[in-house]
């Protein structure tokens, strides 16, 4: 196929002209790198290349300036507002940057659109003005502030300039403006010289200015590309720009080259709505495979990514078999793995205290976390555990030198000092970390490369922020540090290395301005993304740039459409690949591009929906297969011992049985912020057998219990240092815990005063009683085992009561049963009542009491119920209940106990998990 460079080159060549004199002047330096290759395709002798450069280098060249980046640039305008503003109220220099960058955009827009400056910063005032009743006698100080931000628009502008000026530097738009004010004498000093402009669509004002001018002094040619579909078409914004460059003075007398023919030429024409990114991803990587069937090394074939975030979906979905490959467009240093640490460490730095969540996210980081292993230990590991262990919420570096005994103080110095008293030494403390990541990588065989070039970028990254801060002295915060942090990695990319004339290309759109290739895929056709739609990041109201001819997003979107339809222009194959599934930022509305193909009617558009066949996997329940070495396991815990909450467990579901008795698997203690409930339930449980155990085998009187109120508080808060560790019980949620502690142990004294006031007599039996029984069970020819411990057992007035405390709420009903099959099958209805028959069955058996019993339950969020007894009742409707433990009962419930037992132990019958 041709291109559009080769024509160029071609009826350059047929014109007779010099190539080797020419200056080509390009709209990137892609293009550049493209061109350079077509020359030996247009020339039939050896030559000097040409001077090929981009329209940003021409116009340096002409201005006389160097360009600024846009963070030093930042750094000026605040030297700048500083000179400018009161020294009493100046905005920090974060609070700054939120609003410069947009001010400093629309000086760049002034600029290079040529605007009179001193006007349209003066017709902006006027206008804040009239919102603001400037008439009006009694302005607030918040009006008279933003009114006077307004007014010394021009001011900023002017010292700015004149600053850079002086330093022989500018911003893009001042340089551009310069160069138009050069632009005469450069035209004097270069009569011999003949320049060409290639491919250029949509020109600002400055632009305009310097080619027309080159133009009517007959030291230039320029060549456009455009299509006669777009041009013709009035309402076609592809042309829209094209359109009005064709209406220049000097194309009254000269030939308008070229307006070509290709777009309505034959083409293969697919669109595929897909879901998701991913899906787009690997809908590409299908496209590929089925090209390199008939063009193995996919050259003249490009994959344009309207999105750049799907720049590494695509890398991991292309085909094994490809050879050579090209990446125009850089990786984000921000997403890069480096980045994640130093987010990370900027988010510790900035809160007031070191969160628990984020010292464990920084301690257990793949860069971090080979620092931390010191004489073969993981003090990562130590870190972490030491934190769930003590309940710590907060942290400080002294804490953390404690937990690794001083062994990593130069990692935790660094990682954790205090930030905030010196951005230098934040700023130092980031380059030594680099330093130790990347030492620690060169030691590491196994270390991957690229990840030694990500230290190298970081490096540069912070060395240029300590440059701009000692060379302005602005950075006065850690906020301020982010933000500038956060800027330059924003900017900041990782090249790809590759062959940028073979094999596959893969780039953004703006990189493929005046190429042109055979076969084309486009994705992320979406409004939104492309085109990118209304976004107006500017002070300048859309009606006053109308009026200064500044670009709105109707020109941006048109930029979009050029480019767009350039790439169909002479491609033959063309895939167009849009997201399906809304997205609440970007929308999933299919692109206008799309719609306007459809309608278009010059091409038949192959429109497909395509659904991924993901592989429907059905849940399944988790099946262990009991093998022998599983029985024996099995027959060892019954030797040792069930609870009865094991059994329960059982019954709510036998694969946590399996993961906890048999594997020994415990769950992982967490840090608490907030006081968990079985915490709050230890507490109260052990509060109560401090209290209690003194008076085993007394009668409780009122002067007893109303002294035992005095010693309440100082047990509570034993318990809860002795279990919540280091966590803190002196504010928020965990202080109304801490009451709800006491008022639950002051309440059920209050329940035992107020029954000795009314004549009942209360003696205290045991408390937290050790018990464990033998069970005969000939079938399996070993002694089974249950053992647990009783709350509390007493004798109120005569009678024995086995009592189980419970903090959670309990109801009556809960304690009731009406068939005894039930009791091991339904968790949630009979699980109480197992309970607290296993004890009283252990009481029984072991000879430590005689029936009749009763047993239950006494719940301190139900306590005005008082002892919730187990009953047992013949059906739902019977208000007869029978709240004695009997021998009948008992032996009721061995056959039940046996039963589950039996199944637990029966080779036979695996471990099925249960849906819960």
């Keep these: 196929m041709t291109t559009f460079i080769l024509d160029v080159l071609n009826n350059l060549q047929n014109s007779k002209a010099n190539l080797s004199e020419l200056s080509f002047i390009l709209p990137s330096k892609r293009a550049g790198v493209f061109l350079k290759h077509q020359l030996p395709k247009a020339i039939d002798k050896t030559i000097f290349s040409?001077?090929?450069?981009?329209?940003?280098?021409?116009?340096?060249?002409?201005?006389?300036?160097?360009?600024?980046?846009?963070?030093?640039?930042?750094?000026?305008?605040?030297n700048t507002y500083i000179a400018l503003t009161k020294q009493e109220d100046p905005d920090t220099f974060e609070s700054f940057?939120?609003?410069?960058?947009?001010?400093?955009?629309?000086?760049?827009?002034?600029?290079?659109?040529?605007?009179?400056?001193?006007?349209?910063?003066?017709?902006?005032?006027?206008?804040q003005d009239l919102n603001h009743w400037s008439l009006e006698e009694n302005q607030t100080d918040f009006v008279t502030n933003y009114l006077s931000f307004w007014k010394k628009l021009y001011n900023y502008y002017n010292h700015l300039t004149q600053s850079l000026l002086n330093k022989k530097q500018g911003y893009q738009g001042l340089i551009y403006r310069e160069a138009v004010a050069n632009l005469e004498t450069f035209i004097q000093s270069n009569t011999g010289k003949q320049y060409v402009f290639i491919g250029f669509n949509a020109l600002n004002t400055a632009e305009e200015t310097i080619i027309q001018e080159l133009l009517q002094n007959d030291l230039a040619k320029i060549y456009w590309d455009i299509d006669t579909v777009f041009l013709e078409n009035p309402k076609h914004d592809a042309a829209l720009f094209i359109r009005q460059h064709k209406n220049w003075p000097f194309f009254k007398k000269n030939p308008f080259n070229w307006i070509n023919e290709n777009y309505s030429k034959e083409k293969n024409i697919s669109v595929y709505g897909i879901p998701k990114n991913i899906g787009q991803a690997k809908h590409i990587g299908i496209l590929l495979e089925n090209l390199q069937k008939t063009n193995p090394s996919l050259q003249n074939t490009a994959v344009v990514l309207s999105d750049e975030n799907l720049l590494i979906p695509v890398l991991n979905s292309l085909p094994k078999t490809l050879d050579a490959l090209n990446i125009t467009m850089g990786f984000p240093l921000k997403a890069i793995p480096l980045a994640t640490l130093f987010e990370a460490l900027f988010h510790i730095h900035k809160a007031p205290h070191f969160y628990y969540k984020d010292v464990v996210n920084i301690v257990s980081n793949q860069f971090i976390r080979p620092l931390l292993f010191i004489d073969g230990i993981d003090l990562s590991s130590k870190i972490i555990e030491t934190i769930d262990a003590n309940n710590l919420v907060y942290l400080s570096q002294k804490r953390l030198l404690e937990i690794t005994n001083n062994k990593a103080q130069t990692i935790i110095n660094l990682v954790f000092s205090n930030w905030k008293q010196s951005i230098e030494t934040a700023l130092n403390n980031c380059l030594q970390l680099i330093l130790l990541i990347k030492a620690d990588l060169n030691n590491n065989t196994r270390a991957n490369l690229l990840y030694l070039e990500y230290t190298f970028r970081f490096s540069e990254l912070f060395n240029e922020i300590v440059r701009l801060n000692s060379k302005y002295q602005h950075l006065t915060s850690i906020l301020s540090l982010h933000s500038i942090?956060?800027?330059?990695?924003?900017?900041?990319?990782?090249?790809?290395?590759?062959?940028?004339?073979?094999?596959?290309q893969i780039m953004g759109m703006l990189e493929t301005r005046v190429l042109d290739f055979e076969t084309v895929i486009i994705s992320s056709v979406n409004e939104g993304i492309l085109p990118s739609g209304k976004t107006n990041n500017s002070f300048i109201p859309f009606d006053v740039k109308l009026e200064n001819n500044l670009p709105t997003y109707k020109e941006k979107d048109a930029v979009y459409t050029y480019h767009f339809y350039h790439l169909l222009q002479r491609a033959k194959n063309i895939h167009i690949l849009y997201n399906t599934e809304a997205d609440t930022l970007t929308g999933g509305e299919k692109s206008r591009f799309v719609t306007q193909l459809e309608l278009e009617k010059i091409h038949t558009i192959n429109h497909q929906i395509i659904t991924p066949k993901a592989p429907i996997i059905l849940p399944t329940l988790n099946i262990v297969k009991k093998t022998k070495t599983l029985q024996d396991q099995i027959i060892q815990v019954a030797k040792e011992g069930f609870s009865p909450s094991s059994l329960i467990n059982y019954i709510r579901n036998p694969i946590d049985f399996y993961y906890q008795k048999i594997l020994k698997i415990k769950e992982q203690d967490n840090v608490e912020e907030t006081v968990a409930e079985n915490t709050l339930g230890t507490v109260v449980h052990n509060t109560l057998e401090d209290l209690y155990k003194p008076l085993l085998d007394t009668f409780l009187t009122i002067e007893t219990l109303r002294s035992l109120k005095s010693k309440m508080e100082e047990s509570v808060l034993y318990h809860f240092k002795n279990e919540y560790k280091e966590g803190d019980i002196t504010k928020g949620k965990n202080l109304i815990i801490f009451e709800i502690a006491k008022r639950y142990v002051s309440n059920f004294l209050d329940l035992e005063i107020n029954a000795l006031n009314q004549g009942d007599t209360i003696k205290i039996i045991a408390i937290e009683a050790e018990n464990s029984v033998l069970i005969n069970m000939?079938?399996?020819?070993?002694?089974?085992?249950?053992?647990?411990?009783?709350?509390?057992?007493?004798?109120?007035?005569?009678?024995?009561?086995?009592?189980?405390?419970?903090?959670?709420?309990?109801?009556?009903n809960q304690v009731e049963i009406i068939n005894w099959e039930d009791l091991t099958t339904d968790y949630k209805k009979y699980s109480k009542s197992f309970q607290v028959l296993c004890y009283a069955y252990m009481m029984l058996e072991s000879k430590k009491l005689n029936t009749p019993v009763e047993a239950g339950i006494i719940s301190f969020k139900n306590l005005n119920a008082g002892f919730l007894k187990f009953a047992q009742k013949e059906s739902n409707y019977s208000k007869h209940k029978n709240t004695l433990i009997t021998k009948e009962i008992l032996n009721n419930f061995q056959i039940e106990l046996k039963k589950l037992i039996a199944e637990i132990c029966n080779p036979d019958i695996d471990f099925i998990e249960k849906e819960l």
């Design 50 to 78: 040409p001077e090929i450069i981009s329209i940003e280098e021409f116009v340096e060249t002409l201005s006389q300036l160097k360009p600024i980046s846009n963070t030093e640039l930042l750094f000026e305008f605040y």
């Design 97 to 127: 940057s939120k609003w410069a960058q947009v001010l400093l955009q629309d000086f760049n827009e002034i600029d290079r659109y040529l605007i009179e400056q001193e006007k349209i910063f003066n017709y902006l005032s006027a206008i």
């Design 485 to 504: 942090y956060k800027e330059l990695l924003s900017t900041n990319t990782l090249n790809f290395q590759g062959e940028p004339l073979q094999g596959l």
């Design 778 to 812: 000939p079938e399996l020819n070993v002694p089974v085992k249950i053992k647990g411990k009783v709350d509390r057992v007493d004798i109120r007035n005569g009678i024995t009561r086995i009592i189980d405390y419970k903090t959670g709420s309990v109801q009556q």
